[in-house]
């Protein structure tokens, strides 16, 4: 059916050209528009895939704003294919509507444009269909062969670094949960609270330039200490996080140091990119080349778990503080926001 609504219309209307050509994939031999997309391999590369799904009511609030779930989509991918160290080439965009909602699709399309435009990757395909409202991205990407990021592969004594800052998107979650909770309903999409919640960044060009550079890298999406127990496990070694090093987001100045703590150790959705750098590699050096902060906020280990320390190397109970004042955050998220407790985290003594 080609209707004013019809599927068709509506991919022309939001996600063909113009607003798509702003790109300029110089990759792409074929877009939007036929059976399937068509892109071309650089000489010497290998082909990075990667997708993620959101699904209303359980990856974002039903009154969550449009735009943000656009960009959030988006910008979750781009972070896999950083910590890949991968370039992207393309996204492609499978959108379940439960009805035509022409002022929620131009706000969406809208925020997954805006950075598909900024982070330069061609929307190059996807799918339309009908139902409960539900957000599927793929993105493809390039690396030189070979030379893909892993979780595995970090070794003890390697130092453990982290690109940004910790716990804003948590603090964010926090908020907007209260507001709901309060009756309040959604924040502005502009909210300052929730600048990381609604609008993270992917650390492409960081990821790109910790190629041969850092041992093993991941993405934080789950949480600090959730995804440091994933390249642990992947890597075989433990880890030790100096607490007090530990950068955090300036909004959790205003927050009470328990839940600082639980949102800057288990709060999810930050997306920076968590690494292991060999003792050889020079942090300065690497610094300067980047447009991110770099913190080294601990060393892998021989010994198996991750251990919190303080500034006297005492170790933190950290698990039980996150769990504490999550709790009603983590009934909006079903990836219950990571607090430790699916994570190997040891005391010391
Ligand atoms: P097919 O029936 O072959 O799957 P579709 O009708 O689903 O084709 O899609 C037609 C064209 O529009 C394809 O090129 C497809 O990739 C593209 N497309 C469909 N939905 C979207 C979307 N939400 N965003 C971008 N491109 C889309
Ligand atoms: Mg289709």
Known sequence: MAGPDSEFDLIRRYFDAPAAARVSGAGVRLGV??????????????????VDTLVEGTHFFPDHPAASVGHKALASNLSDLAAMGAEPSGALLSLTLPRVDHAWLAAFSQGFLALASAADVPLVGGDTTRGPLAVSVTVLGQVPAGQALRRAGARPGD??????????????????????AAGTGAANADAPA??????????????????????????????????????????????????????????LAQAPPAEARAAALGGGEDYELLFALPADESLDLLAFGVDAPLTVIGEFTETAGIVVVDAAGQPLDVARAGHDHFAGAEANKPEAMPTGQGTDVEARD
Do not use: K
Not at 35 to 40: G, K, N, Q, Y
Not at 45 to 50: C, F, N, Q
Not at 159 to 180: N, P, S
């Open 33 to 50: 528009g036929d059976d399937a997309a068509l892109l071309a391999l650089r000489e010497g590369h290998e082909l990075v895939a990667s």
């Open 159 to 180: 130092r453990l670094v982290v690109t940004g800052a910790l716990g804003g998107a948590a603090f964010g979650l926090e908020q907007e949960t209260r507001r709901r």
């Open 194 to 251: 929730c600048e990381r919640l609604f609008w993270p960044n992917a650390r492409l060009e960081v990821g790109r330039m910790l190629r041969n550079r850092a041992r093993a890298v991941i993405d934080v999406s789950d949480g600090l200490l959730a995804d440091l127990g994933h390249l642990c496990a992947a890597s075989g070694c433990g880890a030790r996080i100096d607490w007090p090093v530990v950068p955090l987001d300036p909004l």
